[in-house]
């Protein structure tokens, strides 16, 4: 049921004050389901979160129980969970602290270990193993929209969060964030380095 129809079933009618309470408790839920299950319920773990004058960056890290739960939650095929779990999931939540426009850019964001680049899954990759299993596009907008965006320019005060995907490792790894400002990307670059990045099922510290 869309939102339009549910307000035009259920307020456009005669009722009383605590009908009209009821309803929109009834609203705020459904409006709460059309949200994406959102990373922020977690506890969160000082250990996982950088935090700068500019930015706030959280990581949460999936198991492969918690990956297939979420789209078997959603009605995916058996084949297409069974392909998604094969991967590591990072959580990302980054809000932008300062008082400039950040440009949060996935392509900027490089993951290596002892000097070698870790590739990152893109929603081309994505694309590519859901046509090969034929995967219908429903399934597919949900998993995109689960994912973090490729490119997003923040401005002060903006949070985006998203699934960032990569080949699953063993070991833990580093991220170097690079984020241009302002509207046309000529202010100072920021850089942000982390270390100990890791997948959940697979990591041997």
Not at 29 to 58: F, G, Q, S, W
Not at 109 to 137: A, C, S, V
Not at 171 to 195: C, I, W, Y
Request: aromatic residues 14%; proline residues 4%.
């Amino acid at each position: 049921m869309t939102i339009s129809l549910f307000k035009k079933r259920y307020f456009y009618s005669t009722c009383s004050i605590g009908d009209i309470v009821l309803r929109l408790l009834a609203l705020l839920v459904l409006l709460l389901l059309l949200l994406p299950a959102t990373p922020l319920m977690a506890a969160e773990n000082k250990k996982d979160v950088y935090e700068d004058e500019d930015i706030y960056l959280r990581f949460i890290y999936r198991s492969a129980e918690q990956v297939a739960a979420f789209y078997e939650g959603r009605g995916f095929p058996k084949a297409a969970i069974a392909r998604a779990v094969q991967s590591c999931y990072v959580t990302v939540i980054l809000k932008n602290k300062s008082d400039d426009l950040l440009w949060f850019e996935l392509d900027n964001w490089l993951f290596h270990k002892n000097g070698k680049m870790i590739p990152r899954y893109k929603q081309t990759y994505w694309n590519k193993q859901w046509d090969e299993m034929q995967l219908k596009q429903a399934y597919r907008s949900t998993f995109g929209w689960t994912l973090f965006p490729e490119t997003r320019d923040a401005r002060p005060g903006e949070s985006v969060s998203g699934n960032i995907t990569l080949p699953m490792q063993m070991h833990p790894f580093s991220l170097t964030l690079n984020f241009a400002r302002d509207e046309n990307k000529k202010g100072k670059m920021k850089t942000v380095q982390l270390n100990d990045i890791y997948c959940k099922d697979a990591v041997q510290k």
